[in-house]
């Protein structure tokens, strides 16, 4: 298997232009989760799918972000309008089933610089 | 509010030598303790899961240890290698598939 695919591996852009990223979990794992990392904050759980649906999203910052999950390949989290503050690296991870269980996989991250 | 402190910040050894990272946290009502890898750049990689029922798990020169009551686990190392330099994160699930991450060890392994 592939891993967790994330795309973009890096994203440069101006404040107040959207910003997507892209993930690709494992083939068959239920769950998908957006991490993000940052020197001041360390990682930080932003939002978790379970079978394509949101379960908790306490952890995204603002109304700016947004995340979906059309179906069980493919994820998005999106910042609109993006900000410098968002400057971070975004994790997207899966795990087989819920992570009381199992390990939990990582994508390489998208590293977002917004200026 | 759970809270993973790890202890030291950063680490340098000489290679061969057996290390000790420690991880502590607030509440010790978790499910589970991950141990995982970061090398830069990259994701991280899951090291080790210890369940709140059990005391320690093993894969090949690492080995981790949990005292759920005292809110501590160590990752121990043995013979260390270069190739375990990297930055070493403990994770502790409290509810709701939701893990709460230390800042890190930040390990070099000198030749």
């Known amino acids: 298997d592939a891993g967790v695919i994330q795309s973009p591996r890096h994203e440069v852009t101006e404040m107040g232009q959207e910003v997507t990223l892209r993930c690709k979990p494992i083939?068959?794992?239920?769950?998908l989760f957006w991490y993000r990392q940052t020197m001041m904050r360390g990682l930080e759980l932003l939002i978790y799918?379970?079978?394509?649906?949101?379960?908790?999203d306490s952890g995204m910052p603002e109304d700016r972000f947004s995340a979906k999950m059309p179906n069980a390949s493919f994820s998005t989290l999106k910042i609109q309008p993006s900000e410098p503050r968002d400057s971070a690296v975004y994790f997207c991870a899966s795990s087989p089933h819920s992570p009381t269980n199992e390990k939990l996989f990582f994508g390489s991250g998208t590293q977002l610089s917004v200026l | 509010k759970q809270e993973v402190t790890q202890i030291p910040a950063a680490l340098s050894v000489p290679e061969g030598e057996n290390l000790v990272l420690n991880c502590s946290f607030t509440d010790s009502a978790i499910y589970n303790l991950q141990w995982f890898r970061q090398d830069p750049g990259k994701g991280l990689t899951s090291l080790l899961l210890i369940q709140s029922s059990q005391r320690e798990q093993t894969s090949g020169r690492l080995n981790a240890s949990l005292d759920k009551s005292s809110g501590r686990s160590t990752l121990y190392i043995a013979a260390s290698q270069p190739g375990d330099s990297a930055t070493y994160l403990c994770?502790?699930?409290?509810?709701?598939?939701?893990?709460?991450f230390g800042e890190g060890t930040q390990l070099t392994v000198n030749p």
């Open positions: 799918f379970n079978n394509n649906v949101p379960i908790d």
């Open positions: 994770a502790v699930e409290t509810s709701g598939s939701r893990l709460t």
């Open positions: 083939s068959g794992h239920d769950y």
